[in-house]
């Protein structure tokens, strides 16, 4: 069956701008979840959504935000970009009730010029 | 909380040779403990996991992973690795007292493997 899939792949934007990342979980996945990973930070959680309603949240300023819409698609928006948002943007889906196997998509690179 | 600390950031190894890539944790609750295997270009592939149960737990791969609660440790080991082992390794842990799947992720450790 189909993997997670990111769109887009690749993304170039300038401080300032916003941009809206998408994931479209397996088929039958309900959970997902989004991390930034950095050189510097590593992998981080920002947060989870489960049945559209945002179930865990990291310690992301408000700037970063995201849905899930009732297909479980999810997308991440981040506003007012700044050269630190720079990342590899990855989420993670998993089946209602069975949290301890998440199936990671390939990411959405982000470049802040 | 959580944290997680893998205690090399790179290992380089020979084909053939065993590997162990270390990992610490720290937690005042219960938790599950995972290992992930990052290729270039891709996203996370889940190795093993540790729930409950044996603390000796093997993965895909030929990897497996002993759990020591009272040195806090989720060691992962293979007795032989190949090239196509060379990636970025993670250690994670989760909250076995939170529902939801966030994972707090160590660091990372870079295996290189070479002929």
């Known amino acids: 069956k189909a993997g997670v899939t990111q769109t887009p792949r690749y993304l170039i934007k300038t401080r300032g701008q916003q941009v809206t990342l998408s994931c479209s979980p397996i088929s039958g996945h309900r959970s997902v979840s989004w991390y930034q990973q950095t050189p510097g930070q590593g992998l981080q959680f920002l947060f989870e959504?489960?049945?559209?309603?945002?179930?865990n949240k990291g310690n992301f300023p408000g700037r970063f935000s995201g849905r899930q819409f009732s297909n479980s698609r999810s997308e991440m928006n981040v506003s007012t970009l700044e050269l630190g948002d720079s990342a590899l943007y990855l989420c993670a889906t998993a089946l209602a009730g069975d949290y301890h196997e998440q199936f990671f998509g390939p990411g959405t690179r982000l470049t802040v010029l | 909380a959580q944290s997680v600390t893998q205690l090399d950031s790179q290992v380089p190894v020979f084909e053939e040779a065993p590997v162990e890539l270390r990992c610490n944790y720290s937690?005042?609750?219960?938790?599950?403990l995972f290992w992930y295997v990052q290729y270039p270009n891709q996203g996370l592939q889940l190795l093993l996991k540790?729930?409950?149960?044996?603390?000796l737990v093997k993965g895909i791969n030929g990897f497996e992973a002993e759990f020591n609660k009272s040195q806090t440790s989720f060691h992962l080991r293979k007795p032989s690795v190949h090239i196509s082992d060379t990636a970025e390794y993670f250690c994670?842990?989760?909250?076995?007292?939170?529902?939801?799947?966030?994972?707090?992720f160590g660091k990372g450790t870079t295996l290189s493997v070479s002929s």
């Open positions: 959504y489960f049945s559209e309603t945002q179930r």
């Open positions: 540790y729930l409950s149960g044996s603390t």
């Open positions: 994670a842990v989760r909250s076995a007292n939170q529902a939801g799947t966030a994972l707090i």
């Open positions: 937690s005042s609750v219960s938790v599950y």
